[in-house]
């Protein structure tokens, strides 16, 4: 390595780290933006109920991160699976089935603990299930579902108030709304009912594309505010979805089971991702050609159900493959 190479290069390259880690409940997703780092989880009893944590990952004094044991109230009826951070705006979005909410969260001085958290958004999100996103720098909230893409305008969306109890659009009927909730009826009191914001604008996709019944995606690294490249359940494609028409823009082949993860390569790299599926395979895309440009084999049997890549300096790092239990 040359001796002007970037400081993350050489770290990366070099494997210069400290690791610290902490417990958890079992977490369905997380997400990370700037210093925050949000984990939807379940819990309770018999994992029934819906987990948020937020963990800051400024630095302390000491030169640590400070892990919290930061639980905080997400108001959903049933689990959360689907969550994105907006670290600009300070807002946490985490989605069950049918609806969206949003928390706002207030750090200290250091950036590295919690000073307050605040219920803000309520979308009501029926017939759109599948994975969310921010477009625009926040501005935006997508969702796709069996209906459509549903986008909603954030700056525009009514909030629950400063106190973070006002109800939007009206509460459902607690006598019937929680028929369908997994939720331990002791915990019931924890869900809010506002029945949340309506779509700004629904967009129809095709019916290839419905079918597909996507479960994962991530921004296009070209076009990451007009292209999502997404998976459906049970899928061995992947393929590039335009958010304007509904339609599919590209196919990218070569995989030998479904489809776990997609990460868009960050960094300087505006043409990569990484995907990984049930043949234990992780492969590097170029988005201009439909199969991978490399294949890394982590063998099928150990179940790898997520990857990070990173392009750092011009430097493409090795994609980092995750077990359900790391």
Not at 6 to 16: H, K, T
Not at 146 to 164: N, P, R, Y
Not at 188 to 207: F, L, N, Q, Y
Request: charge should be negative; proline fraction near 6%.
């Amino acid at each position: 390595m040359s001796d002007d190479a970037e400081p993350a290069v050489c770290a990366i390259r070099e494997g210069l780290c400290e690791i610290e880690s902490t417990d958890t409940c079992n977490p369905t997703n997380l997400a990370l933006d700037g210093d925050m780092l949000a984990i939807v989880a379940v819990g309770g009893y018999k994992e029934r109920d819906p987990v948020l944590e937020l963990n800051p990952l400024g630095l302390t004094r000491t030169g640590w991160v400070n892990f919290l044991d930061s639980e905080v109230p997400t108001g959903h009826k049933n689990i959360a699976y689907e969550v994105v951070v907006d670290s600009a705006r300070s807002l946490v979005w985490t989605a069950d089935d049918t609806r969206i909410k949003s928390i706002k969260y207030t750090l200290n001085a250091d950036k590295d603990d919690l000073e307050k958290t605040l219920p803000t958004h309520t979308l009501d999100s029926a017939g759109y299930g599948g994975p969310i996103a921010l477009l625009n720098g926040g501005e935006r909230i997508i969702r796709i579902g069996t209906d459509g893409i549903a986008f909603w305008d954030v700056d525009q969306l009514e909030t629950h108030g400063a106190k973070g109890r006002r109800s939007i659009r009206g509460r459902h009927d607690a006598d019937t709304y929680f028929d369908d909730s997994w939720r331990d009826p002791d915990d019931i009191d924890d869900v809010e009912r506002s029945r949340g914001s309506i779509p700004t604008i629904k967009r129809a996709i095709a019916p290839d594309v419905a079918a597909a019944e996507i479960r994962h995606w991530d921004r296009s690294p070209s076009r990451p505010n007009e292209v999502m490249i997404s998976a459906g359940r049970g899928k061995y494609t992947v393929f590039g979805l335009d958010l304007e028409t509904g339609q599919k823009t590209s196919r990218f082949l070569g995989h030998g089971g479904f489809i776990h993860n997609i990460v868009t390569c960050w960094g300087d790299d505006r043409s990569s991702f990484a995907t990984v599926c049930g043949d234990g395979g992780v492969r590097l895309y170029d988005e201009r050609v439909p199969v991978p440009y490399v294949t890394m084999d982590h063998s099928a049997d150990h179940g790898i159900s997520a990857v990070a890549y990173a392009n750092i300096g011009g430097h493409p790092c090795k994609p980092l493959p995750f077990r359900p239990s790391e």
